[in-house]
């Protein structure tokens, strides 16, 4: 066999009634999850978490803890897709809170987008024209209308700018902030303007096109610009403004007045926000330990805290079970071809750690195949840790 055809060669996974290996080869989490690889326990608290907010329009907080492995990143996608699928809410998603907030509220715009945000400032602009009944030839319900009305010259920008820009400002309590956003909406400047909001910082001269004075280029700036953010999404009837914050423990390699600075950012961006937010860190236990022995005002804010631990035995029957029933080629899922032994054996050599579980189970499952086995027995799992 040509090494062409090696690397073509498809395995039969209908051999257990299987569409494709369900298991990533590499254990990364998805965007929107279709398996949910946490605990129970966890799953409820984060809908008890968002839920509350969502529903009453009060900030609240949580905080998630593990190892690395047991899922914090997972947990966090997973309420990403839950928010966004579920509700009006929006939510930035920050890999990790680097050595500020400054760092963090970059991540969260990029995580957001630019198109997001011009999006939201042509709808802003729907509702100034709605709301003063500005005459247009189409009614102006939304970001596309206003695009399409501005297009086909229907409304002039230079009639609406003004007002939309002095609406906002009362509105955010940031005239910089308001009148980058509005500009967004300029061909010539909107690319200024995003870099302007996501933190990036601007020369002179390209500030000074759109009327904008600083930069946001400290953690209080960029404190207030969030808090602006949120109070434009309330102005424009979004439900919560979600912050998900991962890898939390790299603050550990902070130092102490950085890490300070950090902590007392979020901490003012909750003090700020009483409504209208929710922050959810991923956290490893022995630094949240510290945090919240060393920095009590920050730690007391968040309020909630849930932990993932190891799986167990029928933890990790149960999570097999729904990745094959998530690729199964038959309605009714099949019987677990993972035996008994082999089950064990994942819990003794994965030590309930889930990311390296998972990795197991898919070796293991091409292992049968290549063996043409009818089950997935304990030497497939003992031949995929030395795969």
Not at 321 to 342: K, V
């Amino acid at each position: 066999m040509t090494n062409s055809q090696t690397l073509q060669q498809k395995r039969d996974y209908e051999r257990f009634n299987l569409s494709q290996n369900p298991f990533p080869y590499s254990p990364v989490p998805d965007e929107a999850p279709v398996v949910f690889t946490g605990q129970d326990h966890v799953k409820s608290e984060l809908a008890n978490v968002l839920g509350t907010a969502i529903s009453t329009g009060k900030s609240n907080h949580l905080v998630i803890t593990g190892k690395y492995g047991n899922g914090k990143s997972h947990s966090l996608k997973h309420a990403k897709n839950m928010v966004q699928t579920s509700s009006d809410s929006i939510v930035g998603y920050v890999a990790q809170p680097g050595d500020s907030f400054l760092d963090i509220y970059h991540e969260f715009m990029y995580d957001l987008g630019h198109e997001f945000f011009q999006d939201l400032a042509h709808e802003y602009l729907a509702k100034v024209v709605s709301e003063h009944d500005i005459e247009t030839e189409r009614e102006i319900n939304g970001a596309d209308d206003m695009r399409a009305a501005i297009d086909n010259g229907e409304v002039i920008l230079s009639d609406i700018i003004p007002l939309a820009t002095r609406e906002l400002k009362d509105i955010s309590k940031f005239t910089d902030f308001s009148r980058a956003l509005v500009h967004l909406v300029y061909e010539e400047t909107s690319l200024y303007a995003w870099q302007w909001l996501s933190g990036e910082g601007l020369r002179y001269e390209q500030r000074k096109k759109m009327e904008i004075h600083t930069d946001i280029d400290d953690d209080s700036k960029a404190v207030k610009a969030f808090t602006s953010i949120k109070k434009l999404f309330q102005a424009l009837d979004y439900g919560v403004l979600c912050l998900f914050i991962d890898e939390f423990e790299s603050i550990a390699r902070l130092k102490p007045k950085k890490k300070q600075s950090v902590l007392n950012s979020l901490r003012h961006v909750m003090d700020r926000n009483p409504d209208g937010i929710s922050i959810l860190i991923a956290c490893a236990p022995e630094v949240w330990q510290d945090v919240m022995s060393e920095y009590h005002a920050f730690s007391e804010r968040i309020g909630n805290e849930v932990a993932l631990r190891p799986f167990d035995e029928d933890q990790i029957e149960s999570l097999i079970e729904d990745y094959l029933s998530a690729h199964s080629l038959e309605e009714d899922a099949s019987p677990n071809p993972y035996t008994e032994a082999a089950i064990q054996t994942l819990l003794k050599k994965g030590q309930g750690n889930i990311r390296r579980t998972i990795s197991l189970c898919g070796r293991a499952l091409d292992n049968a195949i290549d063996a043409e086995k009818t089950e997935i027995d304990q030497d497939c799992v003992e031949k995929a840790l030395s795969n």
